[in-house]
């Protein structure tokens, strides 16, 4: 590392003098407040003027001693440039260190001997060595630091917040953590790699973390506790995806099982951009008209019938006082009672303060996130926004300044579902300024009350032509919109936390875990560690001990991690929820997975990595005796249980019976049943809520389920 001079000098081949401004691009993944993988070399890159010379500068900012690094590339024929910095060009004995990166960019092809970049205070400057100065783009990034980078991927489980978390029963301000930043990609989709997403680095604040990924704000909490470390999150996940678009689409048509359908998917995407951008555009005016008339005749139906509506729920002065209150975001069937099993509409009331700074402001967005399923939202009376059978819809209402008005505004939302579950479901609801530097976070406490009950649908004959290719359930979708913007950046590992909506092809998914895990480590790189949270326990409890279901998408999970190096499993069986697949205890979900990633990653040889996990199955007399690993401190029993629960045996028909089964020593457990006097089979924990399975290491931590033959290992 080399010690930051009053001037940095630093040698270039080529200097044009030019009169043009330069464009100078760095993607989202680089702003304010970033953080570095410490002990990797960072890329960084971006886009500008075509053959223009870029001059990287990270320096640290008030640290002693003070410390640089600097590099330089030149942008090809497209504008875009990519440099790399060593891994020992951002290494400090502190830990808590404050950066800048400065980015600068001069253009040209006559050849000069060397530039001088000279940083003094918050201006930096440059000139040729002769002293004569020469006008520089520049992009500089403050509040960077150097720490550890982890990717938080999957479906609604991974996104699931703060906010509709249980928590560990610590105020937002407790919780806040100056060193711990994470970075949301937004729900989008694409056909082909994307280059940038509109996005930016966030720090966790009393304001910010309550729509923050529950999971990994735990995760990151305790990696900082443990490391002393900064901790930045990549947080780009979607409640209700598949594993599929998660993965290049390149990979997918590689892969035996999956070419023939990417072959099929690239046909219609081909189909579809061949009809012509004119055709396209009358296509879907054409739905657009039919679905606009189909909505709002649906929602002039429900507006008649509805009390809400009659009685003008909406106005600011409507007295609410004998509502009842709500935290939100919530589903209110789990949230109170009185709505169990209730379909129709339920309004929300919510009433702030608006600051004497945003007063005027014409960028305001209302983000409720989801809604399940419909809603039309009020700001002091004036409709906002209606969005309509769209579940999965992110909204994000634009405010004026006339609606938003000063002092206090009222925020009404009449949500709708007509069917199942419903609610404010976020992950996040806020009101916010469009360059996301102002928020009011709008999660907790709102009064409502129930409307119109009706299981009312809107129907629509026609539905709106889109790319094949660019829907959440493409191939490949979610890869090119939401992973690619990211890379090449820097990372440490992943954390996975999806599979349910892969729950009924097991089988598939067997192949495609291991094919996703190999997909990024092409992109982040092949020592990118990768931590899998295997499905909860979810579903009504069953007396059958081979009901199968879920267990077998746990069990695929398994299989990743047992095939696929650098993997770590978290069994999560003994924290979900019967009746509702967002299980709310998150903590457990991201302390296991940070005591895998120190233990594993890390090296920390005290924390627990992971609950027993079966490897031997052998007869023993008319049983069966199994040999676990990951039992330090010994087996024992979850609840103050007595003996181990949830294993079954079966003989040569294949039909299971329930076991009994008892610890022998600090890691065995023998299994018998005196119907089965002939084992063929053991399993442990082979259903969709095996409430029986109750095994654990000293730790406290869930043995993982299986199923095995008798006489083999339990490795695949």
């Known amino acids: 590392m080399k010690n930051l001079m009053t001037t940095v000098v630093v040698f270039c081949t080529a200097l044009l003098y030019s009169t043009v401004q ?18 990797r070399p960072v890329t960084v890159w971006g886009w500008s003027d075509p053959g223009s010379r870029i001059h990287i500068l990270l320096a640290t ?21 990519s440099t790399t910095l060593g891994k020992e060009d951002h290494r400090t004995e502190e830990t808590n260190v404050e950066w800048t990166l400065t980015i600068t960019e001069h253009s040209g092809s006559v050849p000069a001997p060397k530039m001088v970049i000279t940083e003094q205070g918050t201006n930096v400057s440059a000139s040729e060595a002769d002293g004569r100065t020469t006008h520089l783009d520049r992009v500089r990034l403050t509040d960077v630091l150097v720490g550890e980078v982890w990717i938080c991927g999957g479906q609604s489980n991974m996104e699931w917040s703060i906010n509709a978390s249980d928590g560990d029963g610590r105020s937002r301000q407790a919780m806040a953590n100056p060193r711990l930043r994470l970075i949301k990609a937004p729900h989008r989709v694409a056909t082909t790699p994307q280059e940038d997403i509109e996005t930016r680095w966030e720090a966790c604040t009393p304001e910010a973390l309550g729509n923050w990924s ?14 002393d470390v900064p901790v930045g999150l990549i947080s780009t996940n979607w409640g209700g995806t598949r594993i599929e678009p998660w993965i290049d689409r390149a990979d997918l048509a590689a892969h035996p099982m999956f070419a023939a359908r990417t072959a099929a998917l690239q046909k219609q995407i081909d189909q579809w951009e061949g009809l012509g951008e004119q055709r396209i555009i009358e296509l879907q ?60 509409t339920v309004w929300f009331r919510k009433s702030i303060n608006i600051p004497q700074e945003w007063i005027g402001r014409s960028d305001v967005v209302l983000n409720l996130g989801g ?146 895990i190999k997909s990024w480590r092409t992109d982040f790189g092949e020592d990118m560690a990768f931590g899998i949270v295997q499905l909860a326990a979810f579903r009504a409890t069953s007396t059958d001990p081979d009901q199968g279901g879920w267990a077998y998408l746990r069990d695929a999970q398994r ?19 019967a009746e509702d697949i967002h299980p709310r205890n998150k903590k457990s979900v ?61 003989g040569p028909n294949g039909r299971f019976f329930w076991a009994d089964a008892t610890v022998i020593g600090k890691n065995q457990v023998m299994v018998e049943s005196n119907k089965v006097p002939d084992p063929r089979i053991v399993s442990y924990g082979w259903q969709d809520n095996p409430v029986r399975a109750n095994l654990t290491n000293a730790s406290g931590l869930p043995a993982c389920p299986f199923k095995t033959e008798v006489g083999t290992t339990g490795r695949d």
């Open 559 to 577: 299989h990743a991690f047992e095939t696929v190096p650098n993997t770590g499993l978290v069994v999560t069986t003994d924290i979900g929820d």
């Open 214 to 227: 529950a999971v990994g704000y735990f995760f990151g909490e305790r990696l900082i506790a443990e490391l």
């Open 61 to 81: 900012r008030g640290a002693t001693p003070a410390q640089s690094a600097t590099a330089t590339t030149r942008a090809d024929g497209s504008g875009r440039w």
């Open 590 to 650: 991201g302390d296991r997975l940070a005591d895998w990633a120190l233990h594993d990653v890390y090296g920390d040889d005290e924390a627990v990595p992971s609950g027993p996990i079966a490897r031997e199955a052998t007869r023993s007399g008319g049983g069966v005796l199994i040999n676990f690993e990951h039992c330090r401190g010994g087996l024992s029993v979850a609840q103050g249980g007595q003996n181990p629960g949830g294993f079954a045996l079966a």
């Open 285 to 344: 005016a054409e739905a657009d008209r039919a679905l606009t008339r189909d909505r709002a005749r649906y929602w002039q139906q429900i507006n008649q019938e509805d009390p809400g509506h009659q009685a003008g729920w909406m106005k600011p002065a409507f007295d609410d006082s004998d509502w009842k209150q709500m935290e939100l975001p919530a589903e209110w069937e789990r949230a109170d009672t009185q709505l169990n099993d209730f379909d129709g």
């Open 371 to 516: 809604v399940d399923d419909s809603d039309q939202t009020y700001v002091n009376d004036v409709l906002v926004g209606t969005s309509t059978d769209q579940v999965g819809r992110n909204r994000r209402y634009p405010i004026s300044a006339e609606v938003l008005g000063s002092g206090t505004a009222v925020i009404a939302v009449c949500a709708l579902d007509p069917h199942g579950a419903g609610g404010m479901i976020g992950p996040r609801i806020s009101l916010d300024t469009s360059d996301g530097r102002n928020t009011i976070d709008l999660g907790g406490p709102w009064r409502w009350k129930a409307g119109l009950r009706t299981n009312k649908t809107v129907q629509s004959r026609l539905t709106q032509p889109t790319n094949p290719g660019a829907r959440s359930t493409a191939y490949g979708a979610l890869n090119d919109a939401m992973i690619s913007p990211f890379v090449p950046y820097s990372i440490r590992g992943a954390l996975w936390y999806q599979g349910e909506a892969n729950a009924e092809q097991a089988e598939e998914y067997r192949e495609l875990l291991p094919l996703m």
């Open 22 to 39: 330069a464009d100078l691009r760095l993607p989202s993944i680089f702003s304010d407040g970033m953080v570095l993988q410490r002990d």
